[in-house]
């Protein structure tokens, strides 16, 4: 997949305006549903740069954040500023890839050249993006017959057509084999290091040293701990990350 970054470079290449719509600072974030109260008091700043990795418990709220930052939810209170953006300007230089992809019933060629046609994107891209991803001998199969890994890495490669500035993975990796694994892995480092802003909600505490800068960790719908993830992994601040961490179950 590699091999294929010097075509692919106008897809993910580092750019002089990529902190245009950072850094991101987020300020008493709330989200309520009736009386219930899933994040509250939300706070904290990420910069222009770097891979985040967003941990915690099920039910601690990691996916309703991403939600929220990239606009598909809206909070009951706080704000959400994108640098000198209004939000919608923001979401627009964003792409978000869920745990289970979301694909056209079309062929793998077709998906990519949906979003490059949609988004006003130079169609002679598409190759570029299926060999970055290793899917460009797949390129006139249906996208329904792919394997979750498979259908993982088009849907990457999708996010990738649109120039994301800002990059949300959640939880992309989950049930998948190791060597799946390990090639979405190598494609969204290849992207950090190229310039795009990586938020990546992730249980997999290996994936996370492998990957992270830093760790926004989430209990209770509350920021029990944001650190460097060369202090987090081995000195946790928090009893909560500290629980999770060794294994022991955080409520």
């Not at 627009?92 to 490059?116: C, M, T, Y």
């Not at 993982?152 to 989950?174: C, H, I, Y």
């Not at 802003?197 to 997999?204: A, E, S």
């Not at 060369?230 to 909560?240: L, R, V």
Request: proline letters at 5%; aromatic letters at 4%; a positive charge.
């Amino acid at each position: 997949m590699s091999d294929a970054l010097t075509s692919l470079a106008p897809a993910v290449a580092p750019r002089a305006q990529s902190a245009a719509i950072l850094p991101l600072a987020v300020r008493d974030l709330e989200l309520r549903f009736g009386e219930s109260v899933v994040l509250n008091g939300v706070s904290f700043d990420l910069s222009a740069t770097g891979c985040t990795m967003v941990m915690g418990p099920n039910g601690s709220g990691k996916s309703l954040l991403l939600k929220l930052l990239h606009g598909l939810m809206q909070p009951s209170a706080g704000q959400i500023c994108w640098g000198d953006h209004a939000a919608s300007h923001a979401t627009a230089r964003q792409a978000l890839v869920f745990q289970k992809p979301v694909l056209l019933r079309r062929s793998v060629a077709a998906n990519i050249d949906f979003v490059l046609k949609a988004r006003g994107k130079d169609a002679g891209r598409r190759d570029a993006l299926l060999d970055h991803v290793g899917l460009r001998h797949k390129a006139p199969q249906p996208a329904r017959l792919l394997s979750g890994g498979e259908a993982q890495r088009l849907a990457l490669a999708r996010a990738l057509a649109t120039d994301p500035e800002v990059l949300f993975l959640d939880e992309p990796t989950a049930s998948l084999d190791p060597a799946s694994v390990l090639a979405i892995e190598a494609i969204v480092g290849e992207a950090r290091d190229r310039g795009v802003r990586v938020i990546f909600v992730t249980h997999d505490t290996g994936q996370a040293r492998r990957l992270a800068d830093d760790v926004l960790f989430l209990q209770r719908g509350r920021i029990a701990e944001h650190t460097r993830a060369a202090d987090f992994f081995p000195a946790p601040q928090s009893q909560a990350a500290r629980d999770y961490l060794d294994g022991r179950i955080v409520v």
